[in-house]
C-alpha cells in the first residue's frame, strides 16, 4: 500500500507542475493579446455596436425646423424607409452591378498577368511586376483624378479623339458612368490582386511544371491543370477582398462627380449614407451602412460557402 501511496504521489507531481505551466503560459498569452484586444472593442465592436444602437432612434423637427431635433425609438423604421427608398434601392443594386462584371474581369486579368509573369520565357520579369503593380501603388485619389482628366467631356484627349473621327463621345453620360468607375476599379486593382497570385504561383514546386512537361503537356495545359488549381485559395481570397472593396466603393465615384455633375448624391450605398451625414440625420445614415454591412456580409460569407461546398464535391 504504501509503496502504491508513493508512485500514485509521484505521477501527480509532474501532472501538477505542468498543470501550473499551462496556466502560466496562458496568462502570458492573454497578457499579450490583450493590447489587441483592447484596440480591437475601442476601435471596432464599439462603433459598430453605437451604429447599431443608433439606427434604431429617428429624429423628429417640429415647426419650421429651426429648433433641436428630437431623438425617440423607433425600432425598424429606419431599417423600412432605406429599403423603401428607391434612391437607396438603386444603389445597392448599381454597386452590384458593377461588382458583377468587373470584378471576375479585374481577377480574369490579374490571374493572366500572374501567370504570365510566371511562365519560364518571359523577359523582363521584374520590370513589368513593377509595372503591373505600379497603378496600384498610387494614392486612389490621384489615379482617380488621373482618369477624370481623361474622361472630362472639356479636356478628355479620348473625346477628341472621337470629334477628330466625326462621331460624338461623351464618356460621362449616364450609361457610360458605370463602366468608366468598373475601369477605374481595373485600373487601380489588378496590380495587387495580381501580386496576391504571382506570390502563390511562386509557391507552387518547379517538379510539377517539369514532370508534366516531361509528359507532353503544353504551357497552356500546365497552367489550367497545375498552376490554376493550385492558386485557387489565393483566387477566393482575393474574390472576397474585391466584393468587399466593391461595396465600399466611394473614392471613385466622388471624385469624378467633379466633372460629371450628372452623378446622383446616392450613386453609391456609401454617398448615400454621407448624403444623410450631411443633411444632419445620423440614425438614418446608421441603418443604411448597417444594411450595407450585411450585404456585404452575405455576399462574401455566401461565396465562401458555395466555394467551399464546391471544393468538397470535387
Known sequence: MTTY?????????????????T?????????????????????????????????LFQQERDGLGLAEPTTTFSGLANYAQALGDAGFRDSLIR?????????????GTALGLALLLDARRT???????????????????????????????????????????????????????????????TWGW???????????????????SEAARMDGCSAFGIAW???????????????????????????????LRTVAPNLSSDYTPIFAAYSAVNSGNFPYAAAQSVILALLTLVLSFGFLKLVQRKGADL
Not at 5 to 10: L, Q, S, W
Not at 96 to 103: D, E, H, N, S, T
Not at 191 to 199: D, E, F, R, S, T
Not at 230 to 255: C, D, H, K, W
Open 225 to 255: 491543370r497545375i498552376k490554376i488549381p493550385m492558386v485557387r485559395p489565393a483566387l477566393v481570397l482575393t474574390t472576397v477582398f474585391s466584393i468587399i472593396g466593391t461595396a465600399q466603393l466611394y473614392n471613385e465615384p466622388a471624385i
Open 190 to 208: 489588378t496590380g495587387y490582386n495580381m501580386l496576391i497570385i504571382y506570390a502563390a504561383l511562386q509557391a507552387i514546386p518547379a517538379e510539377l
Open 95 to 107: 454597386v452590384l452591378l458593377i461588382g458583377a462584371v468587373q470584378v471576375p474581369l479585374m481577377l
Open 123 to 185: 523577359m523582363f520579369k521584374r520590370f513589368f511586376r513593377l509595372a503591373y503593380f505600379l497603378p496600384y501603388a498610387l494614392p486612389g485619389v490621384i489615379g482617380a483624378l488621373m482618369w477624370s482628366y481623361l474622361v472630362s467631356p472639356e479636356l478628355s484627349p479620348i473625346t477628341a479623339l472621337a470629334d477628330g473621327l466625326g462621331f460624338r463621345l461623351d464618356l460621362t453620360a449616364d450609361g457610360l458612368l458605370g463602366p468608366v468607375v468598373g475601369n477605374m476599379l
Open 23 to 55: 496556466r502560466r503560459r496562458a496568462r502570458t498569452a492573454l497578457l499579450f493579446l490583450a493590447p489587441f484586444a483592447a484596440l480591437f472593442l475601442c476601435m471596432y465592436l464599439a462603433p459598430i455596436a453605437y451604429t447599431l444602437h443608433q439606427s
Open 5 to 21: 501511496a508513493h508512485r500514485v504521489k509521484a505521477a501527480g507531481a509532474p501532472g501538477g507542475r505542468t498543470s501550473r505551466h
